[in-house]
């Protein structure tokens, strides 16, 4: 069962910003805090930036602050990270899931991800 839908990834120059999204379904975005996560090759998939059901508080990976920005929309079921100033080391597959905010936790599957690779 696909419960998320990661999209918008692509190629990007070192400097650049480019907007992620991922989709889910409605009984989802109603109940849970989200977050996204990014893979490198040969590294462990890693929590990037967290956002609560109704987007009044995010938090941040110490690598991506002041860079990147969570934000959600419930009433398209949609949430989104503009990233801004990459750098060769954001390249990974960026993947969204649901969290309990207290610990972390995944409560959901993953879904296929999206690419990013910042390169010159």
């Known amino acids: 069962q696909v419960e998320f839908v990661e999209f918008g990834g692509g190629l990007v120059q070192p400097g650049g910003s480019l907007r992620i999204s991922c989709a889910g379904s409605?009984?989802?975005?109603?109940?849970?805090?989200m977050a996204w996560y990014r893979q490198a090759p040969g590294k462990e998939r890693e929590l990037v930036a967290r956002i609560k059901i109704f987007g009044d508080t995010t938090d941040y990976a110490d690598a991506v602050k002041g860079r990147f920005a969570i934000s959600r929309d419930n009433t398209k079921n949609m949430m989104y990270l503009q990233m801004n100033n990459l750098q060769h080391e954001d390249t990974a597959t960026y993947y969204c899931n649901e969290i309990y905010w207290a610990t972390k936790t995944i409560r959901g599957s993953w879904g296929q991800g999206t690419q990013v690779t910042v390169s010159s």
């Open positions: 409605e009984c989802i975005f109603a109940r849970t805090a």
